[in-house]
């Protein structure tokens, strides 16, 4: 994958600032190597707001005639796609938004992690951040500190007072699921030392979280923090959910999630950006989970028919692109789709492009899933005539290498597409 240009604002100093004391398997059975790409302090000045990112590109009017001619949009030409801009003729208002208020409003009621009721946000909050801080205890504890624990435990029962002075453990006092060989299944070291593959995986990608933004990367203590806080988090996950552990490529998916909570110009709900990014990613991937569990590939809410379901809108609205990838190129949909839909569309534009796209994504009444087939099928209609010009070889590259484009006209076209179906 080609890093894309980060935009400045990304790497203001008020995203870096030092933090507070108090605050490639399974991926890569269908995609070419992606270069991946959180802390707890406030802003240097907590009383400033982010910096205000740059105003998306206003789309061209549209003329009834011919589609706008910017870089691999759809021409009206003879291949031109089934695609009607004839139907839509009013003009498109694309406002600049605060990307960190509105994107975080998005993640907390869109996901459904605050209630409808305002008055409860507080309590449901509270009840959540300390429900996390319980996790962290329980499931990111050292098996000596749950021996030593449990042997303070027992020498306050027996009111040993020279056994607790030494904390340690007599050996026939130390029970078998309590020893460091023990192969049992209920053996808390047994268990440890197979989390401790999934732990070197989730590092591994932690660090090459988006290798551009001083805020996922570097050697600034502000980086680290951010990173604990994404292991932190993806450990948790993969323990509570044992069925699907964790999967290369989460790290994408969380860090937009935690990057929009840490940067809130209120302190005390960037101080808890952890526990709230945490609730979200679980809701957020609650709806795409079936996409990262192995076991489920082929059937009928697996990856590899959400696949066919993209293929099948390409064929509804552009069969001619449809039949010369799929028939004539023999293009795979597997080879780019794959990535594209597992990782929401993380790796295909840069971070801020992202983020845009995925105010569309959760705010989308039908779901997000169904929004994001649309917008990966207008990504396809909008590189159409290079694509109907290109071999299999230049066409895998340039669909696993998506060109830059204007993410206002490419959620536009995807609008269209919805428009088209319901009419």
Known sequence: MVNKRLPDWLNSSLWSSTPSLEDDERLSRHSTTTTTTISYSPAVEPTLDPPTPPTPPSPTRVDPEKPPETKDSPSNDSHSSDLSYNDISEEVDFSTVDISRQS???????????PPDRGLWSSELAKRRLQYKQFKEELLMNPSEI???????????????????????????ITHGEHPLSLGKTSIWNQFFQDTEIIEQIDRDVKRTHPGMHFFSGDSQFAECNQEALKNILIIFAKLNPGIKYVQGMNEILAPLFYIFRNDPE?????SAEADTFFCFVELLSGF???FCQQLDNSVVGIRSTI????????EHDEELWRHLEVTTKVNPQFYAFRWITL???????????????????????GPQETLLRICCAMLILIR????????????KLLQNYPPTNISHLLYVANTLRVQSIG
């Open 104 to 114: 975080q409003l998005l993640a907390e009621l869109l996901l459904g992690y605050l």
């Open 147 to 173: 021996t030593w624990r449990l042997d303070k435990t027992r020498s306050c029962d027996k009111g040993d007072s020279k056994s607790e002075s030494r904390g340690l453990l007599s050996r026939s006092e």
């Open 267 to 271: 302190e005390e709900y960037a101080a």
């Open 289 to 291: 989970r079936d996409h």
């Open 308 to 315: 066919t379901k993209l293929s099948q809108l390409l064929k």
């Open 344 to 366: 929401l569309l993380t790796q295909e534009f840069n971070f801020s492009d992202s983020l845009h796209i995925w105010d569309t994504l959760l705010s989308d009444p039908e």
């Open 385 to 396: 005539r290079r694509l109907l010009a290109g071999d299999f070889t230049s066409n895998l």
